[in-house]
């Protein structure tokens, strides 16, 4: 019997975590991220997981302690948005380089300045080459599932990475919908227990671990680290299938959504996602071959298999929440790089910055007029 | 210099069991100077062996003998904090 409930983002999240029940939480509060902690912190405090919860004094100190707790053979989560990975940069790629399986939900949000609480995914851009797994979420139940399959991809002995489970700002964080949850015992077998290859509280084993690295050894564990991140992508898929078979239900590196003989594409990450299938099944009614690439896995990015996907489209469109001033968007420029050679015809469009709407009608105006750099933006001309 | 590990072959993050490390003697960092001792005026007070930041004053039993050059970095604390002026900093 499945178990649906009522929960928004944030709450699906922390029940993953209750399920998941980690050793170690550190954690620093911070809009849209707070519903996660605030939720599993009650869930704590009420006997249903077992987590020590540290109340660290930034987000500096969360991913310094996380990376303490993971290495000392604790499995550790903890949660941030913005500001606080902002913050918390610095220490997210020493975890990638010391190799820490740490799980975080990313709640994302616009980074300052001008201030800001709402969603784009601006954050996660920012750490970007950082050499943490990042994996996107569409809805709330897609947040719950990702965040009890990323234990897996992230403790995996080939992979040893922080995965980031990344959830818009307010539209999944704070949204209610429908979310099955699996049982508990369920996600308990399908974690299993936590192990690290150098537990440094092994006293019979003892490591040094964070080595000094000069020029003759920099290099070697800088590509021993891209080289697990790469891996990732098959462990990626591994975990899918096994999950799948747990819960019917797939989250593999991307969605094809109508995408097998469409004509026109778009590509983007996140909660839009949604609102684009909508728009793909209007004009599907009308009789245009239009599709959806969802992209979940952004970081490591499923190059190959996605322009394979795409091979077949005349015109694919990317849809970038976040900007590069100066250069070309992140997913844009992944894309560019995915089709080169291609015949694809491909643009590149900046939306939703800040938590600016992006309505159906920019949607359907992206796959049917002409679209212009920037969707949504004032003084931009109309698209149709 | 032995053989480096290429990027497959080194352990996961580079961790380092005891003794894997490389005894790298540092003495190269020194600067130009380095300790010198007249024992006929040492009152083997072992202030010098207190103070050292690198260990390499060096004592037999509680008797101080001298200097180990190749750890020492030069830094001079040891004359500067010798109450009876026996070490000297002097040229390399």
Redesign the interface.
Known sequence: MSDIRLLTGGEAVAHAMRQVDPDVVPVYPITPQTPIIQTFAKLVADGQASTEIVNVESEHSAMSAAIGAALAGGRTMTATSSQGLALMAEVVYIAASMRAPIVMALGNRALSGPINIHCDHSDSMLIRDSGVVQLFAENAQEAYDLMVMAPRIAEDPRVLLPVLVCLDGFTITHSAEPVSLLPDDDVTRFVGPYSVPNAVLDTTSPTTQGPFAMPDYYFELRRQQAAALETALDVLEEVALDFERLSGRRNGAFESYRLEDATRALVALGSTTGTIKDVVDELRDEHETAGLLKLVSFRPFPTAAVAAALDECARVAVLDRADSPGGTPPLHAELAAALYGSDVELTGHVYGLGGRDLHPSDVRAVFTGTPTPYLGLRGERCLA | MAE?????T?????????GG?PRTLTSGWRTGEKPAVDLSLCVNCLLCWLYCPDSAVELSAETFTGFDLDYCKGCGICADVCPVAAITMVPE
Do not use: F, M
């Open positions: 480096l590990s290429t990027w497959e080194l352990p996961v993050a580079g961790a380092v069991r005891p490390a």
